[in-house]
């Protein structure tokens, strides 16, 4: 390998020789081939023509276009050509915000899973900053540090969240994307029951884990509607509202069978402890009702609180 050659290869030293014997030729992008572009970039059999000035965005291409160049290099239609070991779908979203990040963010919410790995490969490995804030705020919209804002956009594509919080090192969405895969069961074959081809091994184990110690806490829950934590005494409920509190808990931690979903029991908590069911709290005298709000709040923090280390993270 020549020395200009491997000053315009991405990383340097991994890269295939191009060779006209045994590749086919790369072809140009339709979206990203400029004819006063002045660099090409090769990504696979794809190629981008486009400005120089619009890669100064990425840490990574500046300190490259900085370093004055020889006057002998590869090139392809007329400019240098800098061949990459990255996706070409990667290249194409990021190319998408490189020249227009306006209409980037314009992108409806939610905005489609597959352009948030892409965009986070590349930021991540070329430095560009805003560009990984955005993706890194997708993410953690979708999977939030406080579990009680997730919603059912949550539940889509959760492994593939995990594969790329730890390839990208955005470790902070784990908690609620391991909940949100959690939550689904596998036989339906959908969400959950792909997990095996997306995560680590070691994962795997942590989601296993952490579904039975949710099952856990809903099975306690069921069996002792009363007893607000581990090895404590029942609550001392009056007479007439003993059963139907007891018969409120238990329903709200048994999940429909036909669900796709199983229990999602922090979020029922949270909305136990937030809103007022009319006609449940109605019918609950003033001490129960206090006992029954106050539970739901400490079922609530004791459940968030405890979901990064069920999932052993
Ligand atoms: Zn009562």
Redesign the pocket.
Known sequence: MDETEDLLSFPPLKRQRYDSQTRSHPTASSSFFFHDGDIVLEVEQHLFKIHKHRLKCSVIFSDMLDIPQPDVIDSMHGCPVVRLMDSPQDWQVALRWIYDPTGFRLIPEPVPFPLIPSALRIATKYEIGALRKWAVGQLRARWPSDLERMGSSSLPCAAEAIALARECDVLEILPAAFYALSLQRWCYNAEGGRSHLVLSPTDIRRLIVGRERLSDVCKQILFEPLVSRPAGLPFD??????EP?QRYWREKVMSDPQSPVECWLLRELYTIATQRDELFESA??????AWHKDVAWMRFYGLKASIPQFFCL
């Open positions: 409920a009056c007479h007439q509202c003993r509190l609950i005298c003033a001490q129960c009702l």
